[in-house]
């Protein structure tokens, strides 16, 4: 079992640093309209991250089965809808 922690930090305006507990943090912030634009927004992380997750699973399993792999592009695409206020869908291409 591995335990993962977030921390997460208010700085300034709606800027917020996240921290892994290592050595890692993001910046997030919100568009210009209510923020600076400074970061991505936390979903717009979120949406990074599954594309993140599905390169690193390819990988891993390639890996696993011993084929080479020259490379692996995942591009994720995220819907947001006004009425929910959060990603309602999510479509992905892997390129391998």
């Keep these: 079992m591995v335990k993962m922690k977030a921390k997460a930090k208010l700085v300034e305006g709606f800027q917020i640093i996240l921290d892994d507990g290592h050595s890692h943090s993001i910046l997030v912030d919100l568009p210009p309209e209510l923020g600076t634009g400074l970061g991505p927004t936390p979903l717009e992380v979120c949406v990074m991250s599954h594309a993140g997750c599905y390169v690193i699973i390819c990988a891993l399993t390639a890996k696993k089965m011993r084929i080479p792999l020259k490379g692996v592009t ?4 995220a819907v947001k809808t006004d009425e929910a206020g959060t990603i309602t869908e999510e479509t992905f291409d892997i390129e391998i």
Excluded: L
């Design 74 to 77: 995942a591009e994720v695409e």
